[in-house]
């Protein structure tokens, strides 16, 4: 086996403009923030004895988290099964099959579908576990014990100790909701948080985001949203590559404009973070 699986998390802080960082996710395993929450989430299940060799992971995902899954299966000897919305890029897809997993697909942007379908298939099969990440508080502590603690080790390192917000789309909740637990404890005064919603609300592009549902996100903890319609997230992940260097995804375009809109509208002390959140390699074909 290799130690591919050593190289999850720490990943750089990169700065955007005077005042915007961005955590690069891009520098994951698979080019994707959830590697962090698939290892930790399926580390504790093997710790609980929840999982154990021979059985199936089964997980509804919008990609990513299944390209993960995927590859810690091909690692670690498990068979995957996801279940993703067919309008999901096929980038994806192709990924997630050259891991070796199997691939079930829904009607469009039907996530509550493949979710009722992963909650079928495991009652059904005894061999079968669901890392249930749309519920899991696992990956709020990915999160909380990774990916916060990162964020505020990284700006010390850079003299920029004050944090005015930190911008987030949420799929599951989990980054959001996580790194606001370890900010909160730790980092004077508490950040505002922003969340990034998709302008169109179901019918959307901006994958990984706006999954279906609030999930594990707490609005009363939320600060403030901001909507970004998938048209405007592509554009400015595609400015992000001809300009930056930054070869990234539709959501992390979404975070980086709703960024800007916060700094333009609001007077802060100290900088904002965002996460880029994957590579865009998957989206080549939304992209054209």
Known sequence: MSDILNYIGGTPLIQLAPNLFAKL????PTGSIKDRMTHYV?????????????DTIVEAS??????????????KGYKVIIILPSNMSEERKQMMRLFGAQIIEVGESDFEGAIELRDKMVEENENYFSPNQFANPDNIK??????GFEIKKQLISKGKGEIAAIVSGAGTGGTIMGTKRALERFVDPI??????TPAEGRAHGIQGIGDGGD?????????????ITTE???????KLAREDGLLVGIS??????????????????????TFLCDRGERYLSIFD
Request: glycine share 8%; proline share 2%; net charge negative.
């Open 25 to 28: 996710e891009t520098y994951s």
């Open 42 to 54: 399926l580390t504790k299940a093997e710790e609980r004895g929840e999982i154990k060799p021979g």
């Open 62 to 75: 919008s990609g990513n988290t299944g390209i993960s899954f995927s590859m810690l299966g091909s690692v």
């Open 142 to 147: 990915c999160h909380e014990w990774t990916t």
């Open 191 to 196: 950040p505002k948080f922003v969340m990034v």
């Open 215 to 227: 999930y594990l996100v707490n609005r009363e903890e939320i600060d403030e949203v901001i909507s």
């Open 232 to 238: 405007e997230a592509i554009e400015r992940a595609k």
């Open 252 to 273: 992390s375009g979404a975070n980086v404009l709703a960024s800007e809109r916060w700094m333009k509208d609001n007077e802060f002390e100290g900088v904002v973070v």
